[in-house]
């Protein structure tokens, strides 16, 4: 077993790894205070292959596997986890359907202007009255001669405001129940009847922005049905497995840039006449940090490293998902402990990650629903 990343993973990871901590971290206090990433930043991203991670290279993007992707997602949990959302949303759950489940027509449509960051990418299936409770969604699609009739309301969309593409999953055939569920490929700024509502105030990861998608007799032409109709619940939910096992990445990323500030500042804050390091009390949460950063990085890797053996990864994603985002939050608060009274600080990192990160325990499955997915497993 060789746990190193291969050398040209480990230098594409540095790559990022350095565009976000030089070039994204130090413009933070703009992305919060403007809830909007500077366009000229993205436009640096899509230049460093960032929005094709996903995309195979005859479509323009970078091809990379789960591991190398997951590499990638690890660097963007570093220095901004709102620009870190809005890339890897559009790279894993906006792009992972149509490059599995795509004809050849319609990858040639839509992946090279995905891939150059042209055309951004976002996954819609939360409705108001179904979140945990997918299978229950309400959104209908009624064939009609070569469309498709989408009516219904999806909210908390990733993505949605800046969005050229989105993958809607609606109902097809209520009377199969989930199995009646197919997915749409929908362009939102051009498609009569579809509708971004206003965008969302969340706690944090600013710049990130979601909004509600609102369906009124919209007309989704037949060439736009991604996969089988009636594709089910399970398969319209297997795109979310992958992007799993992405945020685990995310945050083992994050947890690493948690850490590493606080090392930092440990090393350099005196009280007592001496560094903070000294005290025990401190080393122990360094500890317990690194810990979390460490178990979490061996989870993704081999998960990642399963996805792309092939292997039925829906358990293992889940346990990737659940550990790294829950220790996460613990790393977090630790972070702000270290740091004292400027951790509380609007102008300091960890308070941004302190609200950044709470959100990776609710989306794509909250920590409960992993739990279910896993124990559901363990005794089918
Ligand atoms: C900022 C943001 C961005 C998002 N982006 C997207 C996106 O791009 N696309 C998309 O489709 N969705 C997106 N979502 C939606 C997200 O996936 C849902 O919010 C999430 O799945 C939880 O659903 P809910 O909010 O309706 O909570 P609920 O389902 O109402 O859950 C509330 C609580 O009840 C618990 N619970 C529910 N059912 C059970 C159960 N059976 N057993 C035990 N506990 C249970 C939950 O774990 C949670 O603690 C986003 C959400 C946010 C906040």
Redesign the pocket.
Known sequence: MDFNLPDDLREVQATIRDFMLSRVEPRAHEIEDSNSVPPELLKEAAGLGLFGLSIPEEYGGVGLGMLGRCAVYEALGQGHMGFGGVVS?HAS?GTSGLVKLGTEEQKQRFLPRMASGECVA?????EPS?????ANIRTRAVKKDDVYVLNGT???????PIAGLLTV?AITDPARGSRGMSAFLVEPQSTPGVRVGKI?E?MG?KG?L?AEVIFEDAEIPAANLLGPEHMGYREALGILTAGRVGIAARSTGAMQRLLDLSVAHAKTREQFGQPIAEFQAVQFMLAEMEIAVQTSRVLWQKVAWMVDEGQDVRRMASVAKYHATEALSQVADKAVQVAGGMGYMKDSPVERYYRDQR?LR????????QK?IIARDLLA
Do not use: M
């Not at 179904?130 to 997918?134: E, T």
């Open positions: 949303a759950i976002g996954f819609a299936i939360t179904s979140g945990s409770d997918a999806k909210h908390y969309i990733s993505n949605a999953i969302d969340k990861q990130a979601s959100l609710i989306y794509e499955g909250t920590s409960e629903i279910i």
